[in-house]
């Protein structure tokens, strides 16, 4: 008789439907500039980044490059957030008579998660 064991190790993110549409939202503005940041990746780890006469991209740290694409990412989101928000909330809501309401052209302000919309009161 034999036995065997097996060990799993599983990591698991919690992802979101909102964080997923928002994501969705801002794809289309990061494609290009993750796919600029995947090619210097790429051609910094096989040492043919910098052209000669030209080593400044090739000094600029790894952990540089990438606090940048990091940082550009969350504020494409936050711009996908808050298109997101202002098309939802531009509709008629609570409050206003029509479509056209006080608040249609207000720009949308942020308090934690929560958008602000407008200081409607009735």
């Known amino acids: 008789m034999s036995c065997t ?7 698991g993110i919690t992802v979101t439907h909102e964080s997923l549409v928002y994501a969705a939202m801002a794809y ?3 494609e290009g500039p993750f796919r600029f940041f995947h090619l210097m990746r ?6 043919v980044l910098a052209r000669p006469g030209d080593s400044m991209a090739a000094r600029v740290p790894v952990e540089l490059r990438d606090e940048i694409g990091r940082e550009l990412a969350a504020k ?3 711009a996908a957030k808050s298109r997101f928000a202002k098309e939802q909330l531009s509709s008629k809501h609570e409050g206003c ?12 302000t ?13």
Do not use: K
């Open 97 to 108: 008579d029509d479509y056209d309401c006080c608040c249609h052209d207000s720009e949308i």
């Open 42 to 47: 790429n051609r910094a780890r096989r040492g």
């Open 28 to 30: 289309p503005n990061l």
């Open 76 to 78: 494409e989101v936050w």
């Open 5 to 11: 064991t097996d060990t799993y190790f599983v990591y």
């Open 110 to 122: 942020w308090q934690g998660n929560a958008a602000v919309y407008c200081n409607f009161t009735a």
